[in-house]
Each structure stands twice: as C-alpha cells, then as structure tokens.
C-alpha cells in the first residue's frame, strides 16, 4: 500500500531552521507530484510547496514562504524533503507530506489538497517567540 512517512518536525525559536523529509513507498515515487501542506489549529489545510518531475523538478511556493523554504527531491531515495529557514511563529502548524499521481507530466504542482492521491501522518512543527 502506498505509504508517506515524515520526520523533521520540532520545537525552534523564531529565525531558527528545521529540514523535513518525507519517504515514501508503495508507489513509483518519480511518476509522482511531491508537495508539502500545513494545517494550524482552527485553520484550512494549505499549500506550502511541491516539485514536479519535469524538467528534473520545478518547484512552486506559497508567497508566505517564498525565501525561506526550500522543496527538493531524491528520486532514488523517494524522499522529498522540506527546508526551512528563518522560521516566524506563523509557520507552526502540522506539515503534511503528498503525492499526486502526475498523468501529464505537469509544470507545476497542484496547490489544492483534493488533487493528491496520498498523504503521510504529518509532523509538528512549532516556532516560539
């Protein structure tokens, strides 16, 4: 069965760094659209950042986190991972891994949670003051 396992999350300071990973197994990772989503209490699920497979994987982000996050991929270890720098307390929230099967070979990753096929179990992140 397909499978997304996160790790990474944590509790930092504000202007701190933490680096997600999110391993995946059960599918054939590299025909996938890998995204990030966070959801903070009381709060809609919302994009923050997904890669593509074309063109060996252009990323897009949410303009909240655009300068600090960074989205990238390791096909041969079906891991895509989520860097983020310069943390504000805004980012706290749960961090959910997702794939989307990527039929046509999109040019950007979707940023509506609907589209995704399968989601990890999320990790927490928290950012003090």
């Known amino acids: 069965q397909v499978q997304l396992v996160e790790s990474g999350g944590g509790l930092v300071q504000a202007g701190d760094s933490l680096r997600l990973s999110c391993t995946a197994s059960?599918?054939?990772?590299?025909?996938?659209?890998m995204s990030w989503f966070r959801q903070a209490p009381g709060k809609e699920r919302e994009f923050v950042g997904g890669i593509t497979r074309t063109g060996g994987g252009r990323t897009d982000y949410a303009d909240s986190v655009k300068g600090r996050f960074t989205v990238s991929r390791d096909n041969a270890k079906n891991t895509v991972y989520l860097q983020m720098n310069k943390l504000k307390p805004e980012d706290t929230a749960v961090y959910y891994c997702?794939?989307?099967?990527?039929?046509?070979?999109?040019?950007?990753?979707?940023?509506?949670?609907?589209?995704?096929?399968?989601w990890g179990q999320g990790t927490q992140v928290t950012v003090s003051s």
């Open positions: 997702a794939a989307d099967k990527d039929y046509r070979w999109s040019l950007l990753p979707s940023t509506t949670p609907v589209e995704y096929d399968a």
């Open positions: 059960g599918l054939t990772f590299s025909t996938y659209v």
